[in-house]
T-cell receptor, first 112, second 108 residues
Framework: NAGVTQTPKFRVLKTGQSMTLLCAQDMNHEYMYWYRQDPGMGLRLIHYSVGEGTTAKGEVPDGYNVSRLKKQNFLLGLESAAPSQTSVYFC???????????FGQGTRLTVV | AQRVTQPEKLLSVFKGAPVELKCNYSYSGSPELFWYVQYSRQRLQLLLRHISRESIKGFTADLNKGETSFHLKKPFAQEEDSAMYYCALNWGAQKLVFGQGTRLTINP
């Protein structure tokens, strides 16, 4: 039982490049979330999904897109990376019946 | 609008001293609040939730609706309590939003 797995763990991008972060969970959870963690800012919600095929904006959605084509996967895309998107990204999932969220190990992204 | 506020970015106390990490929230309905903890090189994990009214690792947190607070307390800090602590609010039953976090350091 792997829980929540994020791919990749580290990445360096040049400004303007695009990339996709993958979050996979094997707990059959309905809800999935993408956060970014920045010093002094805490965890800020980027986008979230309450089920397969649905997504919604969080607190800081600009510059990101997401997709949830399969229940177990939640993808976060950066179409044109900017240095302001340098951060640690966390994915989380939880069940509708249990409020506890389970987190991935994080992806450290640097945009130069 | 910030829905969860943790006013202290850093908190340092000595081993054996009491610890209180502050959390205030803004929410019009019945709030569902949590404390999450991130130890060094580990994943963020749930510490406790207000509904269960339990004590985990000696920590407790009481929801005060009048003061809109959910402070985390421990009477005697231990070195292994050093970590990043996040207060979180279940917003609208679906969104889970976090505060800015407090880095707790326990000095020997």
């Amino acid at each position: 039982n792997a829980g929540v797995t994020q791919t990749p763990k580290f990445r360096v991008l040049k400004t303007g490049q695009s990339m996709t972060l993958l979050c996979a969970q094997d707990m059959n959870h309905e809800y999935m979330y993408w956060y970014r963690q920045d010093p002094g800012m805490g965890l800020r919600l980027i986008h979230y999904s309450v089920g397969e095929g649905t997504t919604a904006k969080g607190e800081v959605p600009d510059g990101y897109n997401v997709s949830r084509l399969k229940k177990q996967n939640f993808l976060l895309g950066l179409e044109s990376a900017a240095p302001s998107q340098t951060s640690v990204y966390f994915c989380a999932s939880r069940s509708t019946g249990v409020p506890e969220a389970f987190f991935g190990q994080g992806t450290r992204l640097t945009v130069v | 609008a910030q829905r969860v506020t943790q006013p202290e970015k850093l908190l340092s106390v000595f081993k054996g001293a009491p610890v209180e990490l502050k959390c205030n929230y803004s929410y019009s309905g019945s709030p569902e609040l949590f404390w999450y903890v991130q130890y060094s090189r580990q994943r963020l994990q749930l510490l406790l939730r207000h509904i269960s009214r339990e004590s985990i690792k000696g920590f407790t947190a009481d929801l005060n609706k009048g003061e809109t607070s959910f402070h985390l307390k421990k009477p005697f800090a231990q070195e292994e309590d050093s970590a990043m602590y996040y207060c979180a609010l279940n917003w609208g039953a679906q969104k889970l939003v976090f505060g800015q976090g407090t880095r707790l350091t326990i000095n020997p």
